[in-house]
């Protein structure tokens, strides 16, 4: 039988996750028992909370290491995504380095009125032969964030407030979006399914 490990881990939202595969009838284990997500079949790493708090905690626990040496399929969502970059400029953090990107805060100085953070629905343009599926592409997800990762080689999708940014990367069996699937209704649930059919 297939299992599903939801890191539990110093970041909010957690359950909001396991409830929203509930809904596309799938199960899932919150932890942050190494020996359970080490076996997983796959793990979702959510969260939204600090960079450099998060990290601690990974740390202290030795999850930092054991997330990069993971095999299955991983997807990191809102702060997990962050976190699978190189550094973050919030607290100036350094992360796991699954993608070898940084983590910018954005800058509304030319444009007052794009308030930060970036809170609700936006469009989001999917890449082709991205894990987010094609129908997908131009649909609205919903999105938390003060901090952006920019467009680079792992983009899968792309947003843009203030400017074009990653909406979702990609890299071997490292997966993660920006927005939130678990608040993102139809739009979200379908790439859910997609990530646990992985």
Avoid at 17 to 42: H, P
Avoid at 103 to 125: A, C, H, Y
Avoid at 163 to 171: D, E, F, G, T
Wanted: aromatic share 10%.
């Amino acid at each position: 039988m297939c299992s599903t490990v939801i890191i539990k881990y110093n970041a909010g939202n957690v359950f909001s996750v396991k409830c929203a595969l509930k809904r596309i009838g799938a199960e899932a284990v919150v932890t942050d028992d190494a020996e359970a997500i080490r076996n997983a079949d796959r793990v979702i790493f959510p969260g939204v909370g600090e960079a450099s708090t998060a990290m601690a905690y990974l740390r202290t626990r030795g999850l930092d290491e054991l997330i990069k040496s993971l095999s299955c399929p991983i997807l990191g969502i809102c702060i997990g995504m962050q976190l699978l970059c190189s550094h973050s400029q919030e607290g100036d953090t350094d992360c796991l380095g699954i993608f070898d990107v940084p983590v910018l805060r954005f800058d509304n100085s030319p444009n007052r009125e794009m308030k930060i953070p970036q809170m609700g629905w936006n469009t989001i343009s999917v890449r082709k032969g991205s894990f987010i599926p094609d129908e997908c592409d131009q649909r609205y997800a919903y999105f938390v964030h003060s901090y952006y990762v920019p467009l680079c080689g792992y983009t899968a999708a792309t947003a843009d407030y203030i400017q074009p940014y990653s909406a979702a990367l990609q890299r071997d069996n490292f997966y993660a979006t920006q927005f939130h699937p678990e608040k993102s209704g139809r739009v979200g649930e379908t790439i859910l399914k997609k990530f646990m059919e992985l």
